[in-house]
């Protein structure tokens, strides 16, 4: 099956300090990326899509600004969390969809990243 | 916009009995895939099981297969000789033809020895 790797996996950060995080489809072209943001035992909240090569469009109430994504290839995605606070402390996962779009249409998940800010 | 309901928060089975977890979901659109997905304590999201909305004949894989009634927007996950592996959270999630997901809430399922 396609694989999404995530790096880092694990990172702690001071106050103010800005963190980018790696989305890869290893395997299979990603057209489009998603990236996801979930707090310990609750569901996955959708912050954006991301398309290769165009703007990532955002979900309502996520600060583009905040969030800056970046789809340069076609098989990386990056998430930078700028000018990072402890309520931005959570678990990011990104998923990845098959270019062109399977017939077996699903989406690959990357195995998250747990910010931990001070 | 779409939503999606998972109505049991957790849930427990004993080893080898078969538990049932629902979901319902609200949408405008008429095609469209669901998924089952389980979350175990690692966190890496395991696709379980899908559905595309356009097929009638409910989908399976191994142990777990799904009751889909598209007129009541209904898609439970049946999960059959429940294992210790199976321990997890598990996931509902619509999605459009446009790729954007939304879940549910999830459900805790926990299976006893």
């Known amino acids: 099956g396609a694989v999404v790797s995530q790096h880092p996996s694990w990172v702690i950060c001071k106050s103010g300090t800005s963190v980018k995080i790696e989305c890869r489809s290893l395997?299979?072209?990603?057209?489009?990326m998603f990236w996801y943001r979930q707090f310990p035992k609750q569901s996955l909240m959708l912050m954006a899509t991301?398309?290769?090569?165009?703007?990532?469009?955002?979900e309502q109430g996520v600060e583009k600004d905040k969030f800056l994504i970046n789809h340069a290839s076609l098989t990386l995605s990056t998430l930078t969390v700028t000018s990072a606070h402890p309520e931005d402390s959570s678990f990011y996962i990104c998923?990845?969809?098959?270019?062109?779009?399977?017939?077996?249409?699903?989406?690959?998940f990357g195995p998250g990243t747990r910010l931990l800010v001070l | 916009a779409q939503t999606v309901t998972q109505s049991q928060p957790e849930m427990s089975v004993q080893e080898a009995e078969t538990v049932t977890l629902s979901c319902t979901y609200d949408?405008?659109?008429?095609?469209?895939?669901l998924f089952w997905y389980k979350q175990p304590p690692s966190r890496q999201m395991i696709l379980v099981i899908r559905?595309?909305?356009?097929?009638?004949q409910n989908a399976t894989e191994n142990r777990f297969s799904v009751n889909f009634q598209k007129a009541a927007k209904s898609f439970s996950l049946k999960i059959s000789d429940s294992q210790l592996g199976d321990t997890a959270m598990y996931f509902c999630?619509?999605?459009?033809?446009?790729?954007?997901?939304?879940f549910g809430d999830g459900t805790t399922l926990t299976v006893k020895p």
């Open positions: 998923s990845a969809r098959d270019q062109p779009p399977a017939l077996q249409e699903t989406q690959y």
């Open positions: 395997d299979f072209q990603a057209t489009t």
């Open positions: 991301s398309n290769e090569g165009s703007k990532a469009t955002y």
């Open positions: 949408t405008s659109e008429n095609n469209y895939y």
């Open positions: 559905q595309e909305a356009y097929k009638q």
């Open positions: 999630a619509f999605m459009s033809y446009a790729g954007k997901s939304t």
